[in-house]
C-alpha cells in the first residue's frame, strides 16, 4: 500500500508552525481526565456487541487524506461509508530506528498533528461538536471514536508500515528481546492509548479505547519495497514470530483489562496486508503458521501492473492468463494452507494510468510514453475523478467480462479501473469461494454518496 507523502508533507509544515501559534496555555484540569474518561467511553461503545455481518468490509483511511483531497473522518459517515463498514484500517503508523512504534511530529515521519493534535471544527466533527483545547484528544483519533459511537459495532485498526513507512521493520524484528520491545510499544501507543505530550493534548489513556487491533502492512518481509526499507532472508520467519509475539501481548493485555473491571476479555483484531506476487509470498511468509495467529489478511487486489511501465496493462483484474489476478492470489494463498474465511479480497478505489499510448485498438497491451497526468501523482487517480472522465463521452468504457476488469481509453491516454460493475462480479467470487470480505484501498477515492461502498455492499448482501 502506498503513502502519498509529497502533498502531505508540504501541508504538514505549516501544521508544525500553526500548533505553535494557536495552541493556548494548559487551563484547568490539565490531564484532561473528564476529557479523557469521555473519549475512552465513545470509543469503547459496540465493544461486546458481536458483528452480525458475516463479511468484513475493511476500509483504509488515509492520514494525509485530511489535506489535499479533504477527506475528513466525517466524510466516512456522510458519504454512508461507515454504515456498511465492519473495519476501518488507519493509515499509518511509523517505526522508529530503534524498532519502537512512534508518533513524532517530523514531516515526512509523522503527523501527531492530523492524528491527535488538530483541533476540529463543529462543521466537520462526527458529533458535530468542535474540539477545544481542554480535551487532551483531537484531532484524527477523536473524530473516529466519534464515528465508532455513532455506529456500534464499527471497530478502528491502527496499519502499521505501508509502501514508505515499512523502513525499520527488518531490524525490528530481528531478536526475541527486539519483537518483544517493538510489540509493546505499539500496543502502548495505540491500544493503551498512552501519547505523546503534546502541549494540552496527549498523555497516559488519552486514546485509550479508539483502537481495537493492528494491522501489518509491511512491505515486503524478505523482499524489496521502497528503496530505503532493508530486507534479509530471515525475514520470514521473523515475520511469523512478531505475528506470535502480538498476539500473546494482545489477548495478555485483553486478559488483564477483563479481569481489573471485572468483564468478559475483549479480542483485539490481528490483519496483516499481503502480497499478490508467487515469490514474495513463498520468501517472506510461513502461511500455515501466521494464519494460526492472524484474524485474517488483507490478500493485495490492485497494482498488478502500474503506470511506470512501458506498456498499458490491468492492474486489478478477477482473472488473467499468464498474469497476475486476483483469482491467483487467492489460490496461491489456499494453495499454500490458508482458510477461505480468512482471506479478505483488495479492491481498489483508483486507477492506474498511462497516455502517449500507441498500437491503436482498445488501447491494452500497447507502448505507452509516460504516467497519464493526474490530480496529484501522475499515473494515479481516484475512482471519483475517472467516473467523470467515464461520464464525459471523450472516453469509452471498455470491458473484459469473461476476466473481470475495466478500462478507460480515448485514443491516447488509458485507465485501468473497478467501477461498480467490476466490483458486482468480485464480490460474486467472494461468496462463490467462501472469502473472509472485502478491502478498500483507500476510502477517499470514492464519491460523494459512496457508489463504490454501495456496490460492495449490495453485492455481499446478495444470497
Request: hydrophobic letters at 35%; aromatic letters at 10%.
Amino acid at each position: 500500500m502506498r503513502r502519498r507523502t509529497l502533498v502531505r508533507t508540504a501541508v504538514a509544515v505549516c501544521s508544525l508552525s500553526l500548533v505553535a501559534t494557536v495552541a493556548p496555555a494548559a487551563t484547568a484540569d490539565p490531564a484532561g481526565t473528564a476529557a479523557t474518561s469521555r473519549v475512552a467511553a465513545l470509543a469503547s461503545q459496540g465493544d461486546d456487541d458481536d458483528d452480525k455481518r458475516s463479511y468484513k468490509r475493511i476500509g483504509y483511511f488515509t492520514q494525509w487524506g485530511i489535506y489535499g483531497r479533504n477527506f475528513q473522518v466525517k466524510d466516512m459517515d456522510k458519504t454512508g461509508q461507515a454504515a456498511k463498514l465492519t473495519h476501518i484500517n488507519y493509515a499509518f503508523g511509523n517505526v522508529s530506528p530503534d524498532g519502537k512504534c512512534y508518533i513524532p511530529n517530523v514531516p515526512g515521519e509523522g503527523d501527531s498533528w492530523a492524528d491527535y493534535v488538530r483541533p476540529v471544527d463543529a462543521a466537520n466533527s462526527v458529533d458535530g461538536v468542535a474540539d477545544d483545547w481542554t480535551q487532551p484528544l483531537a484531532g484524527n483519533f477523536n473524530q473516529l471514536a466519534e464515528l465508532k459511537a455513532k455506529h456500534p459495532g464499527l471497530k478502528a485498526l491502527i496499519s502499521l508500515g505501508g509502501w514508505s513507512w515499512s523502513t525499520h521493520f527488518s531490524n525490528a524484528v530481528l531478536t526475541p528481546e527486539s519483537r518483544k520491545a517493538f510489540v509493546s510499544s505499539c500496543i502502548d501507543l495505540y491500544i493503551k492509548g498512552n501519547l505523546p505530550v503534546d502541549g494540552t493534548r496527549g498523555g497516559v489513556g488519552a486514546a485509550a479505547g479508539v483502537f481495537d487491533g493492528i494491522d501489518l502492512d509491511w512491505e515486503w518481509p524478505a523482499s524489496s519495497g521502497d528503496a530505503d526499507t532493508p530486507y534479509r532472508p530471515e525475514d520470514k520467519k521473523n515475520f511469523t514470530a512478531v505475528v506470535k509475539e502480538f498476539r500473546n501481548q494482545l489477548d495478555a493485555y485483553a486478559k488483564s483489562e477483563a479481569q481489573r473491571k471485572g468483564k468478559k476479555a475483549k479480542h483485539y483484531d490481528l490483519s496483516a496486508f499481503v502480497p499478490t506476487a508467487t515469490p514474495k509470498i513463498d520468501a517472506g511468509f510461513e502461511v500455515r503458521k501466521i494464519m494460526r495467529d492472524l484474524d485474517w489478511v488483507n490478500l493485495q487486489g490492485y497494482d498488478f501492473h502500474v503506470s511506470g511501465e512501458a506498456n498499458t496493462n490491468q492492474q486489478s483484474a478477477l482473472r488473467a492468463k499468464n498474469d497476475w489476478s486476483v483469482d491467483q492470489t487467492v489460490n496461491d494463498w489456499l494453495d499454500r494452507g490458508a482458510p477461505a474465511r480468512k482471506l479478505v479480497m483488495g479492491m481498489p478505489f483508483y486507477g492506474q494510468g498511462w497516455t502517449g499510448v500507441t498500437g491503436g485498438g482498445d488501447g491494452l497491451n500497447q507502448p505507452a510514453a509516460r504516467p497519464a497526468p493526474a490530480t496529484y501523482q501522475a499515473g494515479y487517480e481516484d475512482y471519483k475523478a475517472l467516473k467523470k472522465l467515464a461520464d464525459s463521452g471523450t472516453y469509452k468504457v471498455h470491458r473484459d467480462k469473461k476476466n473481470g476488469h475495466a478500462w478507460l481509453f480515448d485514443g491516447t491516454t488509458l485507465w485501468t479501473y473497478d467501477d461498480p460493475q467490476v466490483l458486482r462480479a468480485k464480490t460474486e467470487y467472494i461468496r462463490e469461494e467462501g472469502l473472509g470480505g472485502a478491502m478498500i484501498w483507500s476510502l477517499d477515492g470514492d464519491t460523494a454518496d459512496g457508489e463504490l461502498m454501495g456496490a460492495i455492499d449490495r453485492g455481499l448482501k446478495r444470497r
